[in-house]
């Protein structure tokens, strides 16, 4: 499992983590019942301390992203479709406001961030 943290970031260590495990379960790279690796394991491979990594797995599980089974370790939890259409939604409608926030404070018109969206979509 591929995940990069930066120090010189805002963002919490732990939440840069949860974030980027979240994002593979949602692009489908983590499948229903994949094993995550171990709290240790993951602290040492990114050399952070076991707490932080604890605390990223903590969210995981409160979100319903994970599960922990005592003594085996923590899997990815099963989704109901439709509430995972729903989170990958949310998470679109999110950075789709900030889209909107910035076009606003620079002038732009609804049209303008349509037609820029219309040609980002074709080229990805």
Excluded: H
Excluded at 12 to 21: M, T, V
Excluded at 75 to 100: F, S, T
């Amino acid at each position: 499992m591929k995940i990069i943290v930066s120090n010189s970031s805002d963002e919490p260590i732990y939440e840069q983590i949860s974030k980027q495990i979240k994002g593979m379960i949602l692009k489908g790279e983590l499948k229903e019942g994949d094993l995550l690796p171990s709290i240790r394991g993951l602290a040492k491979e990114l050399q952070i301390s076991v707490i932080t990594t604890k605390r990223a797995y903590d969210e995981l599980e409160r979100e319903g992203f994970i599960e922990t089974v005592q003594g085996k370790g923590s899997y990815v939890a099963g989704q109901n479709k439709e509430l995972m259409r729903e989170k990958k939604l949310k998470i679109v409608e999110e950075k789709l406001m900030e889209v909107v926030k910035e076009s606003k404070q620079l002038g732009l018109k609804y049209e303008e961030v349509e037609e820029m969206l219309k040609i980002l979509f074709q080229e990805v």
